[in-house]
């Protein structure tokens, strides 16, 4: 029998961990991402002056797996430690944090860890899968240009439930019904690049109450330090109730909710710009990997929110998804 072919749609962490994991098996794999670049929720976005990581601000290791792979990103300089001086604002006045984990940043930007990981990958991107298809016991994608990739012998779905709902075939009942069982939360940021630096004694801030939970100094993270930026991540709840308002306006409402809080005054903001999440954090609890959702004969789902809510649980899960997957087809 020839080599079993796997594609996989996602290049966030979860698509690129499950797409390693395979082709460290010595199989075929084709990940295929309707962005520009890969990252999902790690990526970060190039400005006139400066970086900005436009999702998770920074991460944290728990399991053993994950922590030697930590490790390895450490030694390789593609994250640092961060934040170091992590503070609480409260009642307009900034106090200390204790922080539980040790926390991790990508190292000049967040999306390098993304980029790291794709190296020696067959990585395609600006490829948006707009449906799947069987014919011959086989899968193909159908891509949103009219192109079309196949055939594959599995195709793993590296996305947000929602996602990867709208992609499965009407046959693929269960794997739909879990799909359909997950809830996101929405989430809009903010980031504000100012006109000098500021001092501050901070690089990451939690926010104990109102419209805003955490705000990051971008500068104080490596490789960011260029020009003075501040990133705003707005509350859950904030966010789904000013889901379709325009990013002028939300960029406009926090920026000027963060100043009316903040004890100090901030040099001004030369610019403003507002980034919306739809599918942010998945409203799920963690999970250990024995308890990953199981592959249909053809397709499977990963990602953060099949085992977590997480970086950490978006690299187990697709390294779990993919471990079965190769189990099943190397014992056929
Ligand atoms: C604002 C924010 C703050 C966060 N804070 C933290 C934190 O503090 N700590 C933490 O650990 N985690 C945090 N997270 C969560 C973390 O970013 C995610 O858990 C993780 O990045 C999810 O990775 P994933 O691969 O599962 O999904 P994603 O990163 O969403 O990847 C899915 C990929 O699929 C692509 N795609 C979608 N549809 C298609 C299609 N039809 N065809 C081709 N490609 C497609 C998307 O472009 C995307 O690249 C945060 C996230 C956000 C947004």
């Not at 980029?115 to 990585?123: A, D, E, F, K």
């Not at 599918?279 to 953060?304: F, I, N, Q, T, W």
């Not at 649980?313 to 190769?326: F, H, Q």
Request: hydrophobic share 35%.
């Amino acid at each position: 029998m020839a080599s079993p072919k796997i594609a996989v749609i996602g290049a966030g962490i979860s698509g690129l961990s499950a797409a390693q994991t395979i082709s460290r098996a010595d199989l075929s794999v084709s990940v295929f991402e309707k962005a520009r670049g890969p990252g999902g929720r790690m990526s970060s976005r190039r400005e006139r002056e400066c970086t900005i990581d436009l999702g998770v601000p920074c991460f944290s290791a728990r399991s053993t797996e994950f922590k030697r792979t930590v490790e390895r990103w450490l030694s390789a300089g593609i994250i640092s430690h961060w934040p170091l001086s992590p503070k609480r604002l409260k009642n307009r006045q900034i106090h200390d944090y204790d922080m539980q984990h040790l926390r991790f940043a990508g190292n000049p930007r967040m999306s390098a860890i993304t980029r790291y990981m794709s190296q020696g990958l067959n990585v395609t991107t600006q490829a948006h899968v707009s449906a799947i298809e069987y014919a011959n016991d086989q899968v193909y994608l159908e891509f949103e240009n009219g192109q079309r990739a196949g055939p594959f012998d599995h195709v793993i779905l590296a996305l947000p439930p929602k996602q990867a709902f709208a992609l499965l075939p009407e046959s693929e009942q269960d794997l739909k019904a879990l799909c359909s069982k997950t809830a996101f939360h929405p989430c809009w940021n903010v980031h504000a690049v100012l006109n000098e630096f500021p001092e501050l004694d901070w690089d990451a801030l939690y926010i104990e109450s109102g419209p805003i939970g955490f705000a990051e100094y971008q500068s104080a993270k490596p490789g960011r330090e260029n020009s003075p930026a501040i990133r705003l991540i707005a509350r859950p709840e904030w966010s789904r109730t000013h889901l379709e308002k325009t990013p002028d306006a939300i960029a406009a409402t926090l920026w000027r909710t963060f100043l009316d809080r903040y004890p100090d005054s901030l040099p001004g903001a030369i610019r403003l710009k507002a980034h919306r999440w739809r599918y942010a954090e998945p409203l799920v609890e963690r999970r250990s990997p024995e308890h990953h959702p199981p592959s249909s004969r053809h397709l499977s789902v990963c990602g953060d929110w099949c085992l977590g809510n997480n970086v950490e649980a978006a690299w187990l899960s697709g390294r779990t998804c993919a471990r079965n997957v190769l189990t099943r087809l190397l014992s056929n």
